[in-house]
């Protein structure tokens, strides 16, 4: 796959299908393909109603993203598995840092492709939840007109306040494996600060273009 159809299937992810729930069930009462499926029309409706992120609105489009997305993806544990062993490693400090820059990063990267959406839809696999399960896969597929469809595959976990997306796989890639490669080497040129500070240079770098 392509690194722009992966970029283009990872905005999808973060922004498509765990925006917010509307109707009389909390999110927590929610399974988890119910809450992904529930709000996906919601979300791609406005997406192509919306003219000013169509035209690259970027702060519209981040401003989407914080309020609808984030609250539904377990940061923290996204960063401990993107940076392996070396997490033990880390001071309580770096750890809110680290969590930090790479929830930026990814909400920087990803909505620069969200204004890019149109015509998708999203077909959701059925899912068995057994009872008292915490750790499911919800398996979905991105159909773009005139392309072939993306698979994107969720990894959630249940929370108190319901399930939270720790991990995202396209055509089988792993979100979290694919930046382990990146950090680790950095960790290992730099240490855990100079990991920060490549990040942290990244999002000012970003920022600055949006």
Request: no cysteine.
């Amino acid at each position: 796959m392509s690194v722009q159809r992966f970029i283009l299937a990872m905005a999808a992810a973060l922004t498509l299908a765990f925006a917010g729930v509307a109707g009389a069930q909390s999110n927590a009462d929610l399974a988890p393909d119910v809450l992904a499926r529930n709000i996906t029309d919601e979300v791609l409706q406005v997406l192509r109603a919306d003219k000013d992120i169509q035209s690259g609105n970027m702060k519209k489009a981040i401003a989407l993203v914080e309020t609808k997305v984030l609250p539904h993806f377990d940061f923290t544990r996204m960063t401990q598995l993107a940076m392996g062993r070396n997490w033990r490693d880390t001071t309580p400090e770096q750890k809110k840092a680290l969590t930090q820059e790479f929830r930026d990063l990814l909400v920087r990267t990803y909505t620069v492709a969200l204004t890019q959406y149109r015509n998708q839809t999203v077909d959701y696999k059925p899912l068995k939840l057994n009872p008292g399960e915490t750790e499911v896969v919800v398996r979905s597929q991105i159909n773009n007109p005139g392309a072939a469809p993306i698979s994107v595959d969720y990894a959630m976990s249940k929370a108190p306040n319901g399930w939270k997306v720790f991990d995202i796989a396209v055509e089988n890639v792993s979100l979290v494996q694919n930046y382990r490669t990146t950090f680790n080497t950095e960790v290992q040129k730099s240490g855990v600060d100079g990991l920060i500070k490549v990040l942290a240079d990244r999002n000012k770098a970003l920022a600055a273009r949006q």
